[in-house]
């Protein structure tokens, strides 16, 4: 069965109620392509997702951009992932590079904050990703696999993860990775799923591409057979993101 492309929206830490309002309005108002070529998830700031999740069309998914690695209590400021069931929130990002460079989390870390969500019933984004000094020292692979590996020792189903490989030194840098070098990563790391975890696994798990990922490069990535969809960040406050939904075609006619 072929793998159905995935389009997040990581807004990150951006908006006001009114900016909101208008984001999730031009979602609704968009012309794309149907459920069954694209899967849409958007992930706006915490206070914002009752509101979202309110408005936004039934076709298109909220997710959280990160939950605690347990149940709830004395943790403060924390969210956690029984909260988000408690909100209807099906989907949350964990791992982003962001909150493994700036908050210093590790990857057993995020294992466990991958594990506690999915056995709470959330679906995971799984985030995975290499520093410029990393992909210069040639250590691209063994980064990425590292970071895969804490989490496919801590989870046995991977039906409700989709990775999201983002080089760390395309992020809001304008810089991409080119299609090749996406194509690359994701088909060794593919390839690790295969010979670590499990074949089945190898061919259903969506992996999808992160890193300034704009209206104008999305087709050409999403043509590449390993890249199954794309995290956008910045694009995805901005009109090109519907482009983006769009570039799903690319692949279902592949």
């Not at 997710?63 to 209590?73: D, F, L, S, Y």
């Not at 799923?193 to 999305?218: D, F, K, M, P, W």
Request: hydrophobic letters at 45%; proline letters at 4%; one cysteine or more.
């Amino acid at each position: 069965m072929a793998r159905k492309f995935f389009v997040g929206g990581n807004w990150k830490c951006n908006g006001t109620s009114e900016e909101v309002k208008k984001i999730v309005t031009s979602l609704n108002d968009a012309e794309v392509p149907s459920t069954d070529i694209v899967e849409v998830v958007v992930s706006p700031p915490y206070v914002f997702l009752p509101l979202v999740k309110s408005l936004l069309r039934p076709d298109f998914q909220v997710a959280a951009q990160n939950c605690w690695v347990k149940k709830g209590g004395a943790f403060t400021g924390e969210i956690s992932a029984e909260m988000l069931i408690n909100l209807d929130i099906p989907w949350v990002i964990l791992g982003h590079s962001e909150r493994r460079l700036l908050l210093g989390e590790a990857n057993e870390f995020v294992g466990d904050k991958v594990a506690y969500a999915l056995s709470k019933g959330l679906k995971v984004i799984a985030c995975v990703g290499e520093t410029l000094e990393q992909r210069e020292a040639g250590a691209t692979m063994d980064v990425v696999a590292a970071q895969t590996k804490a989490i496919a020792d801590r989870i046995s189903d991977w039906t409700n993860v989709v990775v999201a490989y983002e080089p760390v030194w395309a992020i809001g840098t304008g810089k991409v990775a080119t299609p090749a070098q996406a194509q690359e990563v994701h088909s060794v790391l593919r390839k690790w799923l295969h010979e670590n975890v499990s074949a089945q696994v190898a061919e259903s798990t969506r992996i999808i591409y992160g890193g300034s990922v704009n209206g104008a490069n999305c087709k050409e990535l999403a043509a590449k057979p390993d890249v199954d969809g794309f995290l956008v960040g910045g694009a995805s406050l901005k009109p090109e993101f519907v482009d983006i939904i769009k570039s799903a075609t690319t692949k279902s006619s592949a």
